[in-house]
């Protein structure tokens, strides 16, 4: 199976920055989109950004565009997550996603989840 490993969550004032990384197992992303999601506490799921596997292009949901930036390294096996300019309601469990050689459908594999709290 493949596994996902979010990491570099934290507590940051409004108007900080975070760097999220996501570090696969198995392929490496080139055979891969990736994906980044959130949830905050009692609410549902949410889409973030996204890199595609066919076309390399990005996307991003209004609430981050301008501010959050998605990339991956396919060498290393990482993607990433640039969050700048943050605000309070960015405040949620941030989950990276991955889906083989696809850019439809539901995402095939999902990580753990790493933490990102913005303080007012």
């Known amino acids: 199976q493949v596994q996902l490993v979010e990491s570099g969550g934290g507590l940051v004032q409004a108007g900080g920055s975070l760097r999220l990384s996501c570090a696969a197992s198995?392929?490496?992303?080139?055979?891969?989109?990736v994906g980044w999601f959130r949830q905050a506490p009692g609410k549902e799921r949410e889409f973030v950004a996204s890199?595609?596997?066919?076309?390399?292009?990005?996307y991003y949901a209004d609430s981050v565009k301008g501010r959050f930036t998605i990339a991956k390294d396919n060498a290393k096996n990482t993607a990433s997550l640039q969050m700048n300019n943050l605000k309070p309601e960015d405040t949620a469990v941030y989950y990276c996603a991955v889906r083989q050689r696809r850019d439809y459908g539901p995402w095939d594999y999902w990580g753990q989840g790493t933490q990102v709290t913005v303080s007012s």
């Open positions: 890199i595609s596997w066919s076309t390399f292009s990005t």
């Open positions: 198995g392929r490496t992303f080139s055979s891969y989109a």
